[in-house]
Each structure stands twice: as C-alpha cells, then as structure tokens.
C-alpha cells in the first residue's frame, strides 16, 4: 500500500527557516519523480517544488526560488524541503506527491499518491 507521510510543519515567524520531510512506503521510491504542492486556506492547489528520480533535475515555482531547496534521499525513501526566509504567502498545507509537476502541468488530487500533509504556519 503505498503511503506518503509529511512532518516537519509549524508555526513560525516570518523570515525564519523549516525542513519537511516525507517518508514514502509501499513502492520503489527511487523510481519516482517527486514534488511538493501547497494548499493555502480557501485557495487552490499550487506546485511548489520538483526533483526527478536521480536527485539533478530540480525546478521550483518562481515564487521560492532562492529560498526553498527540494532534496531526496534514495536510500531512505524520503523527500526533503529546506524553507528559508519564510514570508506569510508561504503559509498553506504542503503535500508531497509521487509525481512530476510543473508550472506547465499543474498538480490534481487525481494524479499520483498525495500525503495527509504538514501545516506551515508563518505568522508572528
């Protein structure tokens, strides 16, 4: 059964950093594209961040870009998200999901195995 579990969400103030983690079960991981999705209070879906199945290719919306840092780690099924300088816009529900999205091929509850997700919070 494939399971996708996030941690790492909290509440912090602006301009402060996190590290989320996903752990994945129940399939080859390493065979896998990988990517991060956030859900903001009362809005939609929005790609955050992906990272192909060799760890090289990364691509970030252009709103994190210089302040997020996506990473995996094959041998240990997990997926990383090293936030930095957080602002209140940052704020949302991340996923991550075993899919490749992009600004050119939005991500859908339909597409791939989503987590239950981990709540940033950036608010002082």
């Known amino acids: 059964q494939v399971q996708l579990v996030e941690s790492g969400g909290e509440l912090v103030q602006p301009g402060g950093s996190l590290r989320l983690s996903c752990t994945a079960f129940g399939f080859t991981f390493s065979d896998y594209p990988m990517s991060w999705v956030r859900q903001a209070p009362g809005k939609g879906l929005e790609w955050v961040a992906s990272i192909n199945s060799y760890g090289d290719d990364l691509r970030y919306i252009d709103s994190v870009k210089g302040r997020f840092t996506i990473s995996r780690d094959n041998a240990k099924n997990t997926l990383g998200l090293q936030m930095n300088s957080l602002k209140s816009e940052d704020t949302a529900r991340y996923y991550c999901?075993?899919?490749?999205?992009?600004?050119?091929?939005?991500?859908?509850?339909?597409?791939?195995?989503w987590g239950q997700g981990t709540q940033v919070t950036v608010s002082s």
């Open positions: 999901v075993n899919r490749w999205f992009s600004m050119y091929s939005p991500p859908s509850k339909n597409s791939g195995s």
